[in-house]
């Protein structure tokens, strides 16, 4: 039995290090893909529905523009930091310069 946290095998591949097989395989599908890119625009072209032509387009997209992910900013004590904002516009200006005209 191992104990907990600790590798059966000290000298092997360290933490957070890629795998090769994978890394060969992203490589080869985007010089694929690179090498399609002017069959891609034929492609779309054919598609006569813009909305569908758009969707296939951004789904597309997340292959080569990685998605931002969310954040959320809170309190030092973890609650919401907004919580007790208060906004109030200010409008008087433009009464008054509708009175001038």
């Known amino acids: 039995m191992f104990e907990k946290g600790k590798s059966g095998n000290p000298n092997g591949r360290p933490k957070g290090a890629k795998n090769r097989t ?3 395989i992203r490589l ?7 090498d399609q890119i002017p069959e891609f625009q034929v492609w779309l072209s054919q598609i ?3 909305a569908k032509r758009f ?3 951004v789904k597309l997209s997340e292959y080569f ?3 931002l992910a969310r954040t959320e ?14 906004v109030s516009f ?12």
Do not use: W
């Not at 900013?73 to 208060?86: A, Y």
């Open 90 to 101: 200010n409008t008087a200006h433009k009464d008054d310069e509708r009175s001038k005209n």
């Open 73 to 86: 900013i809170t309190g030092g004590d973890g609650k919401d930091l907004f919580q007790n904002l208060v």
């Open 28 to 34: 080869a599908y985007q010089q694929f893909v690179e």
């Open 65 to 67: 523009v990685p998605k």
């Open 22 to 24: 994978p890394s060969e």
């Open 55 to 57: 969707d296939i387009i």
């Open 48 to 50: 006569e529905d813009p």
